[in-house]
């Protein structure tokens, strides 16, 4: 023990930001939810079974869905070949598809370090001491045939920093799907109006003579 150490031991600065952690997964794991609905189809809000299957996968299985989508998909599905400033969208393309791969890499990580903090134990007792304001995180794995224990000194600061990289992530790809959006619905719009338009009267063929 140092003369700067203190008693280990929870503060309401640990639980406000466990609590910032949680609120925040479940906004990024919304923002992701409703990203990939932005992203299969323009008129999102008409299908009602894409998320009520949604709803039944794992953080993890959605973040994975929206990935797999992301990469498989070609450039046609958002910007049709002749449609309405193609050459501007398809300059764009490239930087929103990368900052919705920056967001899913973010968010990824993100749901690594808060799964690892609530399945943990925490070594924390006024008879332990440590740093001021510090926590030990324990978690234990079984590799092969022998057990190995991480051990981690967390602060409030420490959980705040993944809450940070939670909002960097939803901002993210929240931004970069309902762009992708835009022009899935711009580009419907434009079938909707073509589909819609009155068709030209074609002349009558002359009657035959008697």
């Known amino acids: 023990m140092t003369h700067t150490d203190s008693p280990m031991d929870f503060t309401d600065e640990h639980f406000i930001a466990l609590g910032k952690l949680v609120i925040a997964f479940q906004n990024l794991e919304e923002a992701i939810t409703y990203s990939i609905q932005f992203i299969t ?78 399945h943990s134990y925490w070594l924390a007792s006024p008879h332990m001491y440590a740093a001021p304001n510090t926590v030990i995180r324990v978690k234990r794995r079984t590799k092969s045939d022998r057990s190995v224990s991480q051990q981690e000194a967390i602060t409030p600061d420490r959980i705040l920093l993944i809450v940070e990289q939670m909002h960097s992530a939803r901002e993210k790809i929240f931004m970069a799907a309902n762009h992708l959006n835009i022009w899935l619905r711009m580009q419907s719009s434009n079938i909707t109006v073509e589909r819609d338009a009155p068709q030209a009267a074609q002349p009558l063929a002359p009657r035959p003579s008697p």
């Open 41 to 118: 189809e323009p008129n999102f809000r008409e299908n009602v079974f894409l998320p009520v299957v949604l709803n039944e996968l794992s953080f993890a299985s959605r973040l994975k869905l929206l990935s797999n989508f992301v990469e498989t998909t070609p450039i046609e599905h958002f910007i049709p070949s002749g449609c309405e400033h193609e050459r501007t969208r398809r300059d764009e393309y490239p930087e929103v598809i990368e900052k919705l791969r920056d967001g899913i890499k973010l968010a990824r990580e993100a749901e690594e370090y808060r799964n690892q903090l609530l």
